[in-house]
């Protein structure tokens, strides 16, 4: 077997090169650390136009979602990173507890040979060693000796995953009938055998960590997982088509890591299913076993689902083969054309249980809507989900979330499902309604905090919008918790300097994305109430979507507001006003929708006032700029002196952050389906 590189196939992709293997000839694509080998197809010289290497490839391999798979290594690196810190630690105190409890019960021993003086400490010393010795020098001579292998057992099964790496095993941690203080004399010219058992017990322990790629295509994720995060012991590459499956062992092969990403072919959703079906005949089989000792078996530490569309039928089948203890599940769902528009809300309902919004803010509901398809999935089971990163690109959706086992948890995601009533057709309002409630209650004695479960009040709007007298249209249900963690994107953060800008490649766009979803976060409205150790389940987003200025100047028939003016203007008012990550230009603020109007109509009066003929009395316009006089006011607000300071409203944040993708080049996007699929 021979790998002959050639000469680039293009030059201006010099990442691309023609390789010969095997006698075939195969086009080499790098990315990061992983190389892919695609079949090559020559221009066929009948045709017009010859296809592009893209366009030749008999799997699927798309260069636009590099961002993609940049994003996901960095963020399963920082997981992975936190959950072994964590492991270490609490492996730690797991000793430390063991040693304690080792001392209490060799207590009157310690204590007996602490009262000796210290010349008949040592006397005693040299004596056990002597007799040990010869009881050794007579186990050689005579009988093979045995070993308490029950006790053996104990000490592998409880040995600290961590500790056994940095340390060998101390003269109290040997099974009893094992020799290790003094040599025999040698009686024979043989070695004396070692058990089995002891090679294994003083063999460095690393810790487990599994990813499956379920829908792998050319396996280059599996390639970078396994070659770019150093922790991962076993990466799944699995994929439908047979033609695939092949490209993924011979890619593996090609970068030296088959040892490490095992390709599997079949149904994604029967291999998930596969492992739960083996858990649940296991738990059956250990009844009498104590439930924390429950089989965890063959779940993984992280499961990637990636597909040409939605990831919508495999997410029943994800949540149940992803570790239960905080195991992370990445999703990418391509079909903005479904949730993030309202031309097809019959099959965003069937896909994601709720129905899309029309406007501006349509992608930052999408991600609603796929997340609470996820935590709807998961609840099923007495799973709840803690979103880590929640992210709108270009035109797809990637979203990171743990998993966790927690029946408690989950009584709350009726109070963190939320409906929207949305006036798309005229100014672009909104109104939530949360499905249920979580509401705080003292307890007797008055010095902590409970949550009752029950219903939300309703409606929280009219048939018509308060603001512009259109009519309201329904959306959702939808998952109304925080999108994002900060302190997860912050660990992502941190570590991003040390990422190779040659490896990473999107690496400047991927810093400017997370800093914009960092700032996205409003303070939340003040809780004077007592705290519960359930608060965190409870945890809303107040502020759930953002507007665009040039929307509303479309509602009003005026010229649109600079951003600085429209931000200072809030500021001025006391308010909160940041970005999106979802569009550029974006605002989410903290303040009401009758505060936005109240500035806009100061904006027409004291900028750019409007040509009031050319407004025609049923339009939304009309009834936001007041001017047929009959329209409810509000002195308190409408009495509100609105300055615009442009200082005020100047984006002072980390300059020259690349945080809006441009288009790299043209008729860029999700290509077409792989052939073999």
Known sequence: MTTNPSTSTSASAPDIQTIVRDGQEYTEIKEGLGRILVPFTKPDPSKKASKSVEEQQQVFYNPIQQFNRDLTVLAIKAYGQDLLSKTRSANAKHVAKRKRDKLDADGPILKRQQDQPPNTIEANVADAAAGAAGAAAADVAGSVQTVNASDREEDVSMLDAEESTAKPHHKDTQAPGTVISQPAPATTNEPKPQPKDNVQHN??????????????????????????????????????????????????????????????????????????????????????????????????????????????????????????????????????????????????????GGVPIKGAYSHEV??????????????????????????????????????????????FLAGKTMVVYTCDNGCGAWETQLLARNKKAANKSGTGSFYKHGSSLAPTTGLNCAHCDSKMHLAGPMYAGPLHSPEFIKKILDDLPNASDDIYGTKPRIEGMLCTALEEALPPPEDDSPTSTEDEYAVLEPYPFYFHPTNLAGAMHCICPDEDSFRGALRHLGYEVTRSHCKAGSMRTNAPWSIVWHIMREWTRQKNPVKAKNIGENTPAYKLLRLGGTEKKDDEIDNLEVVFDQRLGRDKSKPGLVRYQSNPKENWGPQSRARGH
Request: hydrophobic share 40%.
């Open 203 to 352: 063999a460095p322990h690393v810790p487990s960590f599994t990813i499956l790629d379920a829908l792998s295509a050319t396996g280059l994720r599996a390639l970078r997982y396994a070659q770019e995060l150093p922790f991962v012991t076993s990466v799944t590459a699995n994929d439908l088509t047979p033609s695939s499956v092949e490209a993924i062992r011979r890619n593996a092969e090609h970068n030296g890591v088959e040892s490490k990403v095992i390709a599997t072919l079949g149904d994604a959703r029967a291999h998930m299913y596969t492992l739960l079906a083996d858990e649940v005949t296991r738990d059956h089989d250990r009844v009498k076993y104590a439930k924390k000792n429950k089989y965890k078996g063959r779940r993984y530490n992280v499961i990637d689902l990636d597909p040409y569309g939605t990831a919508a039928p495999f997410l029943d089948a994800a949540v149940n083969a992803v570790r239960d203890d905080g195991g992370l599940l990445c999703v990418t769902c391509t079909d903005s054309g479904v949730w993030a528009s309202n031309g097809y809300p019959e099959k965003a309902f069937s896909l994601y």
């Open 366 to 411: 999408g991600l609603r809507l796929i997340l609470h398809a996820v935590a709807t999935s998961a609840a099923r089971y007495g799973l709840a989900i803690e979103p880590l990163l929640s992210l709108s690109i270009d035109y797809y959706i990637r979203i990171f979330v743990k998993i966790r086992r927690s029946p408690a948890q989950v009584k």
